[in-house]
């Protein structure tokens, strides 16, 4: 399709931005060039790895359930792949981050093309269900739901794939992960709710909601927040990226610069969650000391040296303040007084 391929296009014109940023090299040449040389023994060896797992997918593909596990198993070594060339990007010669990521980039699109060879699509049928309080426990027994055709790859498949609270209107969303780390969670096409979660996610993929508040404990990764209007959010993490965001508040603590393209009307503020234990997950997850890069924010659509429009500071009399989410359950009244939503 166009579309989809203008969506590939726009994602290696990202990768190839991220590649040009400037990087930190070592003083030492020997020892950059035996660390380049380790790098790329090691992405070689799990390239031809996934190779061979793609190259088998059509030998088994007369069992979904078989297919469906070996299909996952892929997508978390493309995620290793890609982990491994973003650790190693600050010594990496130029040419050697872009031609990895290209790879990486290959790599997705042919898992996406053969899933959508190979995984049969389900029928489309309305069920009516009573609306109800969600639990953030997963349901690995549910089947995947079908991705969104404007998405690109590795937004569909974490959509797909991962637990999470999805397609819901004026509810209250809590999760609790004290103790643990769960991985990926996906929060998409929510419409006035609040989201609370407890406890450490290693990696947050959010999609297409609208006049939401999301308040989140320590991501041990990475964050990516895709087309969100008039929300607020609360998110500790090492590295956020967002995307196609308008009129939306981020309170952050994030070790790395924050990343916005196809945004504006954004603002930005230190982040203010609170809930008990919280400290010592932040400890956990390396994120107990606040870094200040949540007023340092990169603007990949803004390249000249002046202050981007799109983005600023969210003046101090304008914040909400420390934001107390100890108490999981008592946000029925809360939603039913600001949207007319839930239960009182």
């Given at each position: 399709?166009?579309?989809?391929?203008?969506?590939?296009?726009?994602?290696?014109?990202?990768?190839?931005?991220?590649?040009?940023?400037?990087?930190?090299?070592?003083?030492?040449?020997?020892?950059?060039?035996?660390?380049?040389?380790?790098?790329?023994?090691?992405?070689?060896?799990?390239?031809?790895?996934?190779?061979?797992?793609?190259?088998?997918?059509?030998?088994?593909?007369?069992?979904?359930?078989?297919?469906?596990?070996?299909?996952?198993?892929?997508?978390?070594?493309?995620?290793?792949?890609?982990?491994?060339?973003?650790?190693?990007?600050?010594?990496?010669?130029?040419?050697?981050?872009?031609?990895?990521?290209?790879?990486?980039?290959?790599?997705?699109?042919?898992?996406?093309?053969?899933?959508?060879?190979?995984?049969?699509?389900?029928?489309?049928?309305?069920?009516?269900?009573?609306a109800k309080k969600d639990s953030a426990i997963p349901q690995p027994k549910q089947p995947p739901q079908l991705p969104a055709p404007d998405s690109d790859f590795p937004t569909r498949l974490a959509a797909r794939d991962s637990p999470g609270f999805r397609n819901k209107t004026g509810e209250f969303l809590t999760g609790e992960f004290g103790g643990s780390e769960v991985g990926e969670f996906t929060v998409s096409d929510l419409d006035s709710c609040e989201v609370r979660i407890t406890g450490s996610v290693r990696a947050l993929f959010v999609h297409r909601l609208r006049d939401c508040r999301v308040y989140v404990g320590p991501v041990t990764g990475s964050v990516l927040i895709e087309e969100a209007e008039g929300c607020v959010f609360a998110v500790a993490s090492h590295q956020i990226r967002i995307h196609a965001a308008k009129r939306s508040d981020f309170y952050l603590r994030v070790r790395s610069r924050p990343i916005i393209e196809d945004s504006n009307g954004v603002r930005f503020a230190p982040y203010c969650l609170s809930y008990e234990g919280i400290e010592e997950d932040l400890r956990r997850a390396g994120l107990d000391v606040e870094t200040g890069n949540w007023g340092s924010v990169d603007d990949f659509r803004w390249l000249r040296a002046v202050q981007s429009p799109n983005w600023s500071i969210l003046p101090e009399n304008e914040r909400v303040g420390i934001v107390d989410i100890s108490n999981l359950k008592n946000g029925d009244k809360e939603l039913h007084d600001r949207y007319g939503f839930g239960q009182v």
């Open positions: 399709m166009d579309e989809e391929a203008e969506k590939q296009k726009k994602h290696l014109a990202m990768l190839e931005r991220l590649s040009k940023r400037p990087q930190t090299r070592s003083n030492n040449p020997e020892s950059s060039s035996e660390s380049t040389s380790s790098f790329l023994s090691r992405f070689s060896h799990l390239k031809t790895s996934i190779e061979s797992q793609l190259a088998q997918s059509q030998s088994i593909s007369s069992d979904p359930s078989h297919l469906k596990l070996h299909f996952q198993t892929i997508s978390e070594s493309i995620s290793e792949l890609e982990k491994l060339v973003a650790e190693n990007s600050y010594f990496l010669p130029s040419y050697d981050v872009r031609t990895s990521l290209k790879t990486v980039s290959d790599l997705k699109h042919s898992l996406d093309h053969l899933t959508s060879q190979l995984v049969p699509k389900k029928k489309f049928s309305f069920r009516n269900k009573p």
